[in-house]
């Protein structure tokens, strides 16, 4: 059919957890969105949890930076699933992002936030500005949840599921669209590659 692309293989999905807080609400978060970007007929998912990794504060490579850094490298579009901190997002995830260079570059990047009557979203501004000086490419859309605690019942799903997987599919159509859309333009021109005089 005339303008649709056909994806023969799926691209790599990987979802960063982004607080490592005790008694931290994000892996139900972020389990919610991995069963929709499992369901996404584009993704395979690769879910990260910086609470069960060790980056050095001297920020020198270790066994688990090495593991983090290769398994962004490898993901063909990244979604970062982060609570609001003072107003932005933890520390450790700050680390995690600072810990890795070239493997950011030319990624589109997904943002997911949850809090209290802002819904995160205070974190996931500046988050915007990290990833544009480390050359990946934050995507508008977003799925915030405010006073998520009460969003989601015992079972880690959702009270107002028609909401959320809406606006979750809205976003992984964006991301995807991105990463096919980055991957094609890296298949005949490496990203910071120069255009021969």
């Known amino acids: 059919m005339k303008g649709t692309t056909v994806i023969e293989e799926r691209m790599k999905l990987a979802i960063v957890i982004g607080s490592v807080r005790e ?3 994000g892996p139900t978060v972020a389990n919610w969105f991995a069963a929709r970007a499992r369901e996404h007929d584009e993704f395979t998912v690769d879910v990260i949890d910086l609470a069960g990794l060790d980056f050095p504060a001297s920020m020198v490579s270790s066994p688990d930076v090495e593991d983090f850094g290769q398994r962004i490298g490898n993901a063909d579009a990244v979604v970062v699933v982060t609570p609001e901190y003072n107003h932005s997002y933890p520390g450790p995830l700050k680390t995690a992002i600072d810990s890795l260079g070239g493997q950011w570059h030319a990624k589109p990047i997904g943002l ?3 809090g209290g009557i802002s819904g995160g979203l205070r974190s996931i501004e500046p988050l ?8 990946a490419m934050t995507i508008r859309e ?3 949840f405010h006073g998520a605690w009460g969003q989601f019942d015992e079972d880690g799903q959702p009270r107002d599921p028609l909401g959320v997987n809406g606006a979750a599919r809205v976003m992984l159509d964006q991301l995807a669209w991105w990463a096919w859309a980055i991957g ?3 298949a005949v021109r490496p990203y910071g590659q120069k255009v021969a005089a």
């Open 142 to 144: 977003t799925v915030s």
């Open 23 to 25: 008694g931290r609400f």
């Open 112 to 114: 997911v936030s949850y």
């Open 128 to 135: 915007r500005v990290v990833f544009a000086e480390l050359h």
């Open 184 to 186: 094609e333009a890296k």
